[in-house]
């Protein structure tokens, strides 16, 4: 049933057609297995009480760097609402490293999510039912939450039902369009459900959560949990790295998940020897191990004066790093976030146009960054073919956004900065 108010596509992709119906098929299998796991039907729903008591929380959330970090503040939110209560965070387990640390949560469990899209709905499913045998608590999680807005493609929902949460809350099926194509019958999973349909930062979809179970959040500003060891491992990569402290650093992130969010490198190049030449500062390169070549490539552009330090940090070492540094330019991607959280400037180079669909996954109205000093630089329009939104193979509408203006971007950012 389409929520009241909303407007619905009036035509579907015939691929976004075939593709809900074996979702919604398979989501049922999937829900049948986890009855058989579970030896017997969970009740759903409970009474209507909005605050539960302090008891056993499990906070489920599959995704990716950015993802992770701006839910940090709901993780705050979650423990001022439940102080008393034990709070389990599952995340994938390539970011273990980024949550370990947390303060509010009493322990974290690493899910093994990665696997190809195709094998997806065959093989998570599968892994899901393993880690919900192993874990075998003795008492029943009185409260699960998986507070993804977007679409579930790594069966959050599914695992948080085979975790036996007696509540699980989540949001509906129907908060956006493309969730309710791809995730047709996932409501089945959850006793509780969040409509959530409109259309505002992640911050604000994690905090409706709280909201719900009727606390009142404020911020929810992204935090980052470092320890003294991470930032003795950067300081002695910066001294290994022959990188002079003493000097203004400034971290540019060339890479992103996606070929059409980079903006080009010559582009970072010409940034990047300016940079050195007007604010006298040393260029850090940063990046996961998939960077390190578009690193080397950058840092031989660049010069002397540039130091390339992809693959050789962890997530929660890049965050020490990004304390060391004056300012950080990069594409939508996780290193924004990490320097966001930071505390840092940032400057985020955005392929997706001005006026383009605010509901999309590239959109910053729902993933810019949230830092003291910032600003998102987009093309004015989409470049044809595209439309509302970037759909290239390639770098193609981030094009739009010229050197001139990251420039003026810097000088009006980092005066924001100064004066903090």
């Given at each position: 049933?389409?929520?009241e108010?909303?407007?619905?596509?009036s035509?579907?992709?015939?691929?976004?057609?075939?593709?809900?119906?074996?979702?919604?098929?398979?989501?049922?299998?999937?829900?049948?297995?986890?009855?058989?796991?579970?030896?017997?039907?969970?009740?759903?729903?409970?009474?209507e009480t909005?605050?539960?008591?302090?008891?056993?929380?499990?906070?489920v959330?599959?995704?990716?760097?950015?993802?992770?970090?701006?839910?940090?503040?709901?993780?705050?939110?979650?423990?001022?609402l439940?102080?008393?209560?034990?709070?389990?965070?599952?995340?994938?387990?390539?970011?273990?490293?980024?949550?370990?640390?947390?303060?509010?949560?009493?322990?974290?469990?690493?899910?093994?999510a990665?696997?190809?899209?195709?094998?997806?709905?065959?093989?998570?499913p599968?892994?899901?039912?393993?880690?919900?045998?192993?874990?075998?608590w003795?008492?029943?999680?009185?409260?699960?939450?998986?507070?993804?807005?977007?679409?579930?493609?790594?069966?959050?929902g599914?695992?948080?039902y085979?975790?036996?949460?007696?509540?699980?809350?989540?949001?509906?099926?129907?908060?956006?369009?493309?969730?309710?194509?791809?995730?047709?019958?996932?409501?089945?999973?959850?006793?509780?459900l969040?409509?959530?349909?409109?259309?505002?930062?992640?911050?604000?979809?994690?905090l409706?959560?709280?909201r719900?179970?009727?606390?009142?959040?404020?911020?929810?500003?992204?935090?980052?949990?470092?320890?003294?060891?991470?930032i003795?491992?950067v300081?002695?990569?910066?001294?290994?790295?022959?990188?002079?402290?003493?000097k203004?650093l400034?971290?540019?992130?060339?890479?992103?998940?996606?070929?059409?969010?980079?903006?080009?490198?010559?582009?970072?190049s010409?940034?990047?020897?300016?940079?050195?030449?007007?604010?006298?500062?040393?260029?850090?390169?940063?990046?996961?191990?998939?960077?390190?070549?578009l690193?080397?490539?950058?840092?031989?552009?660049i010069?002397?004066r540039?130091?390339?330090?992809?693959?050789?940090?962890s997530?929660?070492?890049?965050?020490?790093?990004?304390?060391?540094?004056?300012?950080?330019?990069?594409?939508?991607?996780?290193?924004l976030?990490?320097?966001?959280?930071?505390?840092?400037?940032?400057i985020?180079?955005?392929?997706?146009?001005?006026?383009?669909?605010?509901?999309?996954?590239?959109?910053p109205?729902?993933?810019?960054?949230?830092?003291?000093a910032?600003?998102?630089?987009?093309?004015a329009?989409?470049?044809?073919?595209?439309?509302?939104?970037?759909?290239?193979?390639?770098?193609?509408?981030?094009?739009?956004?010229?050197?001139?203006?990251?420039?003026?971007?810097?000088?009006?950012?980092?005066?924001?900065?100064?004066?903090?």
């Amino acid at each position: 049933m389409p929520i009241e108010g909303r407007e619905q596509p009036s035509k579907v992709p015939f691929a976004w057609m075939i593709s809900s119906v074996v979702i919604q098929i398979h989501a049922v299998v999937c829900l049948f297995v986890g009855e058989l796991l579970a030896k017997r039907r969970i009740e759903s729903p409970l009474p209507e009480t909005q605050k539960l008591p302090d008891d056993h929380i499990v906070v489920v959330r599959l995704d990716e760097i950015g993802d992770i970090v701006l839910m940090t503040g709901f993780l705050k939110e979650l423990r001022k609402l439940y102080p008393a209560a034990r709070i389990t965070l599952v995340v994938k387990d390539a970011l273990l490293n980024l949550v370990e640390r947390c303060p509010h949560v009493d322990e974290v469990i690493p899910f093994a999510a990665h696997c190809s899209r195709v094998l997806r709905p065959f093989v998570l499913p599968f892994r899901a039912a393993k880690m919900s045998r192993k874990l075998a608590w003795e008492k029943r999680p009185t409260l699960g939450i998986q507070p993804r807005w977007d679409t579930d493609s790594s069966y959050a929902g599914l695992l948080l039902y085979l975790l036996r949460a007696r509540r699980r809350i989540g949001f509906s099926e129907q908060a956006n369009r493309r969730k309710s194509y791809f995730n047709k019958g996932f409501d089945r999973f959850y006793t509780d459900l969040v409509d959530g349909n409109e259309v505002k930062h992640e911050i604000e979809h994690n905090l409706d959560v709280i909201r719900y179970l009727g606390g009142d959040p404020s911020n929810g500003k992204p935090e980052s949990w470092i320890t003294e060891e991470d930032i003795h491992a950067v300081e002695l990569l910066l001294k290994n790295s022959n990188v002079p402290t003493a000097k203004s650093l400034i971290a540019i992130a060339p890479g992103a998940g996606h070929p059409r969010r980079m903006w080009p490198l010559d582009h970072y190049s010409r940034i990047g020897v300016w940079l050195s030449q007007q604010f006298d500062a040393d260029i850090i390169i940063v990046g996961g191990l998939r960077d390190v070549r578009l690193g080397d490539m950058l840092a031989s552009r660049i010069g002397t004066r540039s130091h390339n330090l992809s693959g050789r940090t962890s997530l929660r070492e890049t965050c020490a790093l990004f304390k060391k540094c004056r300012l950080f330019i990069g594409n939508d991607s996780g290193p924004l976030h990490l320097a966001a959280a930071s505390g840092i400037p940032v400057i985020e180079i955005s392929c997706h146009p001005e006026h383009g669909d605010e509901s999309d996954v590239q959109s910053p109205v729902r993933f810019g960054p949230r830092s003291a000093a910032s600003a998102v630089l987009q093309p004015a329009q989409v470049s044809a073919p595209c439309r509302e939104r970037c759909s290239s193979s390639h770098a193609h509408c981030i094009n739009g956004v010229t050197v001139e203006r990251v420039k003026e971007a810097v000088k009006r950012v980092l005066a924001q900065g100064d004066q903090k």
